[in-house]
């Protein structure tokens, strides 16, 4: 097959190759709009609200108060959160149990650490475990989690 991007390889014939210049083209439509996505950072006030949240978890010295909640395996909140990079978070077969959100941010800024980010954003899910509007908010912003993890806290 030749490139599509040569013009040698266009047909002269109105209708000869058509398919083939319309299927270069939807290739390459699709490559553009594949690298853009994946080059775009999370939104500012999106990292803004993350650090907050995280700023939040760090100062919570407080055991988890509700152990029907902290007693919940992170499969049931923390899966198919997709990043940027199009990776999507595994199952965790893991609880927060009696851990404080300090230590749950801790935890998830060492597996940020070790590469696993879908962990990462899943202890931080943790930390705000009690308040599911706001823990639901973090695993839909998963970018932004990493980025305030990065700048936040230490």
């Not at 699709?30 to 999370?42: D, E, G, K, N």
């Not at 300090?102 to 930390?127: F, H, N, P």
Request: charged fraction near 20%; glycine fraction near 4%; include cysteine.
């Amino acid at each position: 097959m030749r490139p599509c991007l040569q013009l040698r390889s266009l047909p002269t014939a109105p209708r000869a190759g058509y398919v083939d210049r319309m299927k270069c083209l939807a290739g390459m439509v699709a490559v553009l709009l594949m690298s853009a996505a994946h080059s775009q950072a999370p939104a500012e006030a999106d990292v803004k609200v993350a650090i907050g949240h995280v700023k939040n978890a760090w100062n919570d010295f407080t055991q988890c108060r509700r152990p029907s909640a902290c007693n919940t395996y992170f499969e049931t909140f923390g899966v198919a959160i997709s990043f940027r990079d199009g990776s999507i978070a595994p199952f965790a077969h893991t609880q927060r149990l009696t851990a404080t959100s300090r230590d749950c941010i801790k935890t998830a800024k060492a597996y940020l650490e070790q590469g696993d980010k879908s962990l990462a954003v899943q202890w931080v899910m943790a930390a705000r475990i009690e308040n599911t509007h706001v823990r639901d908010w973090l695993g839909n912003h998963p970018d932004a989690v990493l980025e305030a993890l990065r700048h936040c806290c230490w």
